[in-house]
């Protein structure tokens, strides 16, 4: 027990500031407005970098050296929200032995401010996610999983909203459907309600509180070839969701891909991968009046 607390305050306490990327912006015109949107998924518990093996991944990644490039970006930007779009854990044997705990506790000293739940959150059942809630020093936000009948009732947020440099960002999340994928025993009397019909929903809420930009945090997956709803289709069904920040299919966009529905609304739609090997970096200009201008997005290596 006490090798076991040293190796969790040591990989904490440890994290250094030795990230040394260029990461130079094009300046805000005078009067306006700037706002970064830092973005993971699918981590699985990779705390380390991937092993020095000659792989193709070999001593990237991992959150610790996650946690260099973060604090590098925030001596480098005024205003800026951390997002996380699920499946924090599970994958390494970390997560086997400290069940979340570490995983929490180093998101927190990121400073993250909210993160949705993933279906790998379930490993341990309702028990095991709030048994590490106390860990997390952040939101948990998801919209469409009905916790109400579970010991998870008011655990969950539905949204959340931010205001960063007079600018409010309302966040809502979307969790992909258990039934099927998870264990019953593992997710109880969760009910899972249809992602379209509460993304509309959440839309019409948030645009009801004046949000300057809506974000929604989902753990559907990218794009499927069935009708099985998926962050594109989400971004063609429902409009007023500025940005998708995707998770569950580990999928690499090297580019943003952009969603303009039948509406004529256009949705900018990102996932950077897996195992913290990059870190997705959407930068927005406001004009005075917190109208957008324009974005820049952009997917980090974590070396």
């Given at each position: 027990?006490?090798?076991?607390?040293?190796?969790?305050?040591?990989?904490?306490?440890?994290?250094?500031?030795?990230?040394?990327?260029?990461?130079?912006?094009?300046?805000?015109?005078?009067?306006?407005?700037?706002?970064?949107?830092?973005?993971?998924?699918?981590?699985?518990?990779?705390?380390?970098?991937?092993?020095?093996?000659?792989?193709?991944?070999?001593?990237?990644?991992?959150?610790?050296?996650?946690?260099?490039?973060?604090?590098?970006?925030?001596?480098?930007?005024?205003?800026?929200?951390?997002?996380?779009?699920?499946?924090?854990?599970?994958?390494?044997?970390?997560?086997?032995?400290?069940?979340?705990?570490?995983?929490?506790?180093?998101?927190?000293?990121?400073?993250?401010?909210?993160?949705?739940?993933?279906?790998?959150?379930?490993?341990?059942?309702?028990?095991?996610?709030?048994?590490?809630?106390?860990?997390?020093?952040?939101?948990?936000?998801?919209?469409?999983?009905?916790?109400?009948?579970?010991?998870?009732?008011?655990?969950?947020?539905?949204?959340?909203?931010?205001?960063?440099?007079?600018?409010?960002?309302?966040?809502?999340?979307?969790?992909?459907?258990?039934?099927?994928?998870?264990?019953?025993?593992?997710?109880?009397?969760?009910?899972?309600?249809?992602?379209?019909?509460?993304?509309?929903?959440?839309?019409?809420?948030?645009?009801?509180?004046?949000?300057?930009?809506?974000?929604?945090?989902?753990?559907?997956?990218?794009?499927?070839r069935s009708g099985k709803i998926d962050d594109l289709k989400l971004a063609s069904a429902v409009s007023g969701i500025d940005l998708i920040l995707g998770g569950h299919t580990h999928t690499f966009l090297d580019e943003p891909t952009r969603v303009v529905n039948a509406e004529g609304f256009d949705t900018i739609v990102h996932q950077v991968g897996t195992g913290a090997l990059r870190l997705g970096k959407v930068d927005f200009v406001f004009s005075k009046d917190n109208k957008v201008k324009l974005a820049s997005v952009r997917s980090l290596p974590i070396y």
């Open positions: 027990m006490k090798r076991r607390d040293f190796i969790l305050k040591s990989l904490i306490t440890g994290l250094g500031l030795t990230y040394s990327g260029n990461l130079a912006l094009a300046g805000a015109l005078p009067g306006d407005k700037r706002l970064s949107i830092l973005h993971t998924n699918d981590m699985h518990s990779r705390i380390d970098p991937f092993p020095d093996d000659g792989g193709r991944n070999a001593n990237q990644g991992g959150m610790t050296k996650l946690a260099n490039l973060v604090s590098r970006i925030r001596t480098e930007e005024d205003s800026l929200l951390l997002l996380d779009a699920g499946d924090v854990f599970q994958g390494t044997p970390y997560f086997n032995f400290y069940g979340g705990e570490l995983e929490f506790k180093l998101m927190s000293k990121m400073g993250y401010d909210a993160s949705t739940i993933g279906n790998h959150e379930f490993d341990n059942g309702l028990e095991g996610i709030l048994a590490q809630l106390p860990n997390a020093q952040f939101s948990h936000i998801c919209s469409n999983y009905d916790f109400s009948k579970t010991i998870l009732q008011d655990k969950i947020l539905p949204y959340e909203i931010f205001r960063k440099n007079g600018i409010k960002v309302g966040v809502f999340g979307l969790g992909i459907e258990l039934d099927g994928l998870v264990g019953k025993k593992n997710y109880g009397n969760t009910l899972y309600l249809d992602p379209v019909s509460i993304a509309e929903e959440m839309v019409s809420e948030l645009k009801s509180k004046k949000c300057d930009l809506i974000i929604c945090l989902s753990h559907l997956g990218y794009s499927y």
